[in-house]
């Protein structure tokens, strides 16, 4: 028994040990270049989708129509655009100068036409840790954060006027 206790005990250390090696010998590559670590995706990917929860179900209170895209539009080009990429135009400059990359949000891409309106009016408004996707809970009434989000939700199917707003250097 007593053996069988010491032998866990030293299997622990092991990885405690391989994991102090890893972590100190430069195994974590904190530089900007490179693809994701071991589990990365993974573990972002799931504690998002728990931190986010139940918003995910969240409805707009606002009606996805032409006014409240367009007001969107307008917040797009002012906070997003830099980072996020213009109308046609793909990735911004800075998207590959962070990591993780900036995904562009309009199209030629799809964005985040697929996703619940809850899920992306959660990550505006709270932002995602470790990235450079800021918080704009504060920044944006919570009417701004829904006009920004139909927006986005429809980015594939916008009115002239809307994509227009989109193209005008503010
Ligand atoms: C300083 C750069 C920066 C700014 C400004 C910024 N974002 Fe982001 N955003 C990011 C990064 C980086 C990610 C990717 C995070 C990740 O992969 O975990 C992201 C992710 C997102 C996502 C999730 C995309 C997906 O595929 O699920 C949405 C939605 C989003 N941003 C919306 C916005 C909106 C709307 C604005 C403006 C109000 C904005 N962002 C401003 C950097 C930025």
């Known amino acids: ?13 092991l990885v405690l040990l391989a994991g ?8 974590i590559q904190m530089s900007t270049a490179g ?21 995910a179900q969240e409805q707009s209170p606002l009606p996805s129509d032409e006014a409240n895209q367009l007001a969107g539009a307008h917040i797009y080009q002012q ?13 911004s400059g ?18 985040v036409t697929d996703d619940p309106v809850g899920e992306t009016h959660w990550v505006i408004k709270n932002g995602i840790r ?7 809970n504060g920044r944006l009434t919570e009417n701004e954060l829904w006009q920004i989000t139909l927006l ?19």
């Open 1 to 13: 028994m007593i053996k069988f206790l010491v032998g866990i005990v030293v299997g622990i250390c």
């Open 20 to 27: 102090y090696l890893f972590v100190t010998r430069g195994g």
């Open 35 to 55: 693809g994701p670590l071991p589990m990365e995706r993974y573990l972002a990917h799931t504690s998002l989708s728990a931190s986010i929860g139940k918003s």
């Open 79 to 91: 906070n997003c655009g830099g980072c996020h990429g213009r109308l046609g135009q793909g990735p």
């Open 94 to 111: 800075m998207s590959k100068r962070v990591y993780p990359h900036i995904p562009p949000l309009l199209p030629p891409g799809d964005g």
């Open 130 to 136: 470790f990235s450079a996707m800021p918080s704009f």
């Open 152 to 170: 986005l939700r429809n980015a594939d199917k916008l009115s002239a006027p809307v994509q227009e707003a989109l193209r005008s250097k503010e």
